[in-house]
């Protein structure tokens, strides 16, 4: 009887409970209330989960973006009196009675006397991770070459303009809540600094950097990547939790830089931090790292954790206005760079890293190792010489060669744009997306300048013939005031009797200058990368003497390419059917070209005068 009731009852309710809706996982926006107390999860040292309160203050409507709400709330506990709103605690978890609101994210700038915070909600984290699909290309982030510090700045602020108030105006701003808020807060809210981790970078080589980066909301660090010091968590036997520092790997090896945050929320493999964006790429393909925080550094401008990235975990895949996010599993493939370094003072280095392939960051990383590792191991003031050989090879379509002289007292500030130029180039092309697989460089490194200029040019014995073959003679000065001459065989066309030829010998910059004013030659527009990788392999050199036999037959420059000697009859021709300005008829022409390698950057431009027997 006792039995038969008990089922009864026990049917009843479970049919009961079966009609009452689920409770969600995640706390919505809508049924904040101003006075409700939850509990932030963040490490603040080690890999040990603390919690602290969290105070809710109100909700700010439309501030990020339509539709984008921002909960203010009050931290407590922990360091964080002393501390205030700490870089680094992007993407703490928020939880009101077991349900995830969403991920601390924002603070009231530098100064502020209480740890006043913004926290995104988890919906909208979520929902913006969403978007799919490859990343293309944008004209915004471009590392301008040679690389200055006010051009760094400006690439940065080009790149990171979402680093900007919510708001310009108070009036612009909706408060919801009666917690006392001045809507004025609005526009003093900035995205939680998030530490900038570098290691194997010579401090006063980094200073510039790290000066770019704090700009940017940034709070750049000199501590690298975990070495001895392992979290005790590492390993697929402790998965990753709400809480947990995570980082993004940008560089690893013999000199690295990373970012640390929070995670927010691990939905399976998927994993969701820092609660606002990182980069603004959108896609991206960065390596995921576990982070161990060595330390919290107060500071009443701005407190920060001291952090270092750890083992890959996974991929981060998306970087949003919200969020970054990603998956557990198989980092992201890395451009391998390896640079040996061969000093005349005997030594030898070989210095390896791995980057990421991104527009911006491929281009700057690879810039930032080669002039680190010159300026770290080699001479960092007054003249030195730079010898540089070696390629960038991209998928499908072959390899760039690199081979060159820079010298004085910028030489490897030279060498290192001579090499990330046509790579930066090639990131930023408008027709596909480059894949760079691999940069191999040897250095040949000299503490004193290799230079010379071109003196004098002159060819022995009196006026030559058509037809003959003359011995173009070039002195060149070096830079201690010795003399060098080169001997160059010059043929004379058989067709120049009675003509008046020169004969030019140039560095590569003023040869490019001359063909610009008097051939009318200007940069090739190209049309696809295959063209692209042949105007790259293709560019002039320091250490070269260009020379040019010219005379004064009738040209034309046909869709930029110049066309020498051309009949009266075949000119008449193309001068009549002009299209689009893609003729232009020349007075000069270039019969022969040569140009010699030499030991020297060479620099100056001198021009002989033939005139040739009948």
Known sequence: MYMRAFAVIGAFLLFFAAGLPAQSRTFPVDELRVGMVGVGKTVFEGDRLDEFKVHILGVLKNVIGTRRNLILARLEGGPLAETGVIAGMSGSPVYIDGRLVGAVSYSLGQFSKEPIAGITPIGEMTEAATFAGPRRQVARAELQLPLTNDGLRNSL????????????SPNDVQVLGDGGLNAGIGTMLRPIATPLTLGGFDASFADPIVSAFRDQGFMPVMAGGLAGQQSVRSGASNPLRPGDPVGVSLMTGDMELGATGTVTEVDGNRVYAFGHPFYGLGPTQFPMTRAYVHVILPSMMSSSKIASTGEVIGTVSQDRATTIAGTLGAGPTLIPVKLNLTSERGTKKTFEMAMVNDQLFTPLLAYLSILNTLQSYERQNGAASYVVRG????????????????????GSVGAAAYVVAPINFLMRNAFEDVELEGLTLDIDASEEPRSATIERVWID??????????????????????????????????????????????????????ESRELQIQPLQTRGLPQMMQVLNSARKNNRLYVRLLGRDGGAVVKGESMAALPPSVLAVMESDRNGGSFRALQNATLGEWDITTPYAVAGSRTLTLDIQD
Do not use: C, H
Not at 157 to 168: G, K
Not at 391 to 409: C, M, W
């Open 157 to 168: 602020r080009q790149a990171f303009s979402w680093m900007r108030p919510f708001a310009d």
């Open 391 to 410: 390629s960038a090879s991209v998928k499908k379509y072959g390899t760039i060669a690199f081979e060159d002289l820079f010298t004085g007292d910028q």
């Open 461 to 514: 014995g009196a006026r030559p013939k058509a037809g003959t073959k003359v011995d173009l003679k070039m002195l060149l000065r070096t830079y201690r005031g010795e003399e060098i001459t080169r001997t160059l065989p010059i043929d004379i066309p058989a067709n120049a009797r009675g003509a008046q030829l020169s004969i030019m010998v140039s560095d590569g910059n003023r040869l490019t200058q001359w």
